[in-house]
C-alpha cells in the first residue's frame, strides 16, 4: 500500500480536476486511474472542501450535516452508476470554517453530487475522509468568486484539500457521441484549451477572470459559467512561488477537455 505524506507541518496542495462524464466513477480508464494514483500520493488530508460545477445556488452555501447524501444528479446512465454510494462524514469544524469567510449560509438538504464523488469514490475508494461541498453563488461576478476562493486560503494550513470540479472547455450542446470519436477535440475547443493554460501558466488570472471577453473560441468553450468557475477557486490558492502541474490533459468527444491540475 502507498503511504501518504506526512501532513503536520505540510501546506495542503489544491486541485482542480475535469470530471468529465459520471460514468469516470465506475470505468476503469485513464482518467479514472490517475485520480487513484492522486489519492495514493498527496498528503493524506484531515478533510476536503469541493467545489462542483454541479451546485449553483443564489447564495453561498456550505454543506452542514452529519451525513451528507450521495446525489444522483444526472439521467440516462446505466443502474450500476446509479447504485454507486460514497457514504464519507460531513465535517462541522471545517462548515465552520467556510461560514467564518463570509456571509455564506449552512445547508442540511444538498449532499455530495457526482461532481464531488465520481472524482472521490477513485481518490479515496473508503470515504474515509470527511467532504464539504461549497455552492456557487449565482449572484457573483467571477472576480468575486475568485475573491472567495482566495478567502479559503488558510484552509491548506490546516490539512484541508480544496478541489475544484469541472471542465475548462464544456459544451455539452456540441458534444459529438459518434462511436470511435470521443478522444478528440473540435479546433475551438483546443484553441480555447490551450489559451486557458497559456493564461494560466502566465499568472494572468485577471485575464481569466473576464473568460466572455476571449473571443468565439472561448465562448463556445464556455457557454455558461459553473464548470469553469471551479478552476478559479483553485488558482486563487495559488501562491507566489507555487507550480501548475497537469494531468489528464486531453480532449472528449470535441467539446469538452479533461484538462486538470494540480497547484503544489
Known sequence: ?????????ARMPALFVGHGSPMNAIEENAFSLSWRSLGQTLPRPRAILCISAH?????AHVTAMERPRTIHDFGGFPPELY?????????????????????????????LDHGCWSVLKN???????????LSLDRNLTPREHFALGKSLSGLRDQGVLVIGSGNLVHNLRLLAFSEGQTAFGFDWALEANALFKRLIDEGAF????????????????????????PALYVLALKTSGERIRYFNDEPWGGSLTMTSFLVE
Open 206 to 229: 485577471d485575464t481569466l477572470m473576464a473568460y466572455e471577453t476571449l473571443g468565439r473560441a472561448v465562448q463556445l468553450a464556455v457557454p455558461t459559467p459553473e464548470h469553469f468557475l
Open 123 to 133: 481518490m479515496y475508494p473508503e470515504a474515509d475522509v470527511p467532504v464539504v461541498q
Open 83 to 111: 447504485a454507486v454510494q460514497y457514504p464519507a462524514s460531513g465535517s462541522r469544524w471545517l462548515a465552520e470554517a467556510v461560514l467564518g469567510n463570509r456571509a455564506v449560509t449552512p445547508d442540511q438538504a444538498w449532499g
Open 1 to 9: 500500500m502507498t503511504e501518504h505524506r506526512n501532513t503536520d507541518s
Open 55 to 59: 451546485w449553483e445556488t443564489f447564495g
